[in-house]
């Protein structure tokens, strides 16, 4: 899938998130923040992955190409984590059960609790983000021709981040040639 898609799919998806729980909790902006902090900013971990290969020295179509992944034949990306996804989740999800509310609602504003209402908040936070990163993860596995399990920080740690071990064989092989062709 072509980058401008991909990221597209991130934005919409985030968008969705950040509508949904807006609709359902927050009429606030910063589930919207959140949400495409989590789905689509959460790809600035990548800068982790090129300066790794390529030191500070910046070149915009590299990073765009993952030529990072091509020089060093590895992905870090450490916030690409369902282990991330699931300790927000149960976070948020602790947080909310948590919560004394009035009639169970969880509005941003209620009368005269200014500070409890922004501990109010943070759950929610947590939950559009943990949201927005799992479709995240989920639209990267089938995009990015990689093994679910590859987008576990553990196995990628277990696997020494090798990119021959996290992606599916024809992937391996499409870098491989390509790596050939660009002399990394």
């Known amino acids: 899938m072509p980058l401008f898609f991909h990221e597209l799919s991130h934005?919409?998806?985030s968008l969705l998130v950040g509508f949904v729980i807006?609709?359902?909790w927050h009429k606030h902006i910063g589930v919207f923040i959140t949400a495409l902090l989590g789905g689509v900013f959460i790809d600035l971990d990548h800068l982790i992955d090129y300066i790794l290969a390529f030191g500070t020295k910046f070149n915009l179509i590299f990073f765009l190409k993952g030529y990072q992944f091509l020089k060093t034949d590895k992905i870090y990306v450490p916030l690409h984590s369902w282990e991330l996804v699931i300790i927000l989740l149960l976070t948020s999800i602790f947080l909310l059960s948590?919560?004394?509310t009035r009639k169970g609602n969880l509005s941003f504003r209620a009368k005269g609790e200014k500070s409890r209402s922004a501990i109010r908040f943070v759950p929610i936070l947590l939950l559009t983000f943990s949201l927005s990163l799992f479709l995240h993860l989920s639209v990267d596995v089938?995009?990015?021709?990689?093994?679910p399990q590859s987008y576990s920080l553990i196995y990628r740690m277990q696997n020494n981040f090798y990119l021959k071990r996290l992606v599916a064989p024809s992937h391996y092989q499409k870098h491989l040639k390509q790596k050939k062709q660009l002399f990394f």
């Open 22 to 24: 807006w609709k359902k």
């Open 142 to 147: 089938f995009t990015n021709n990689m093994l």
């Open 98 to 100: 948590n919560l004394k």
């Open 11 to 13: 934005l919409v998806l």
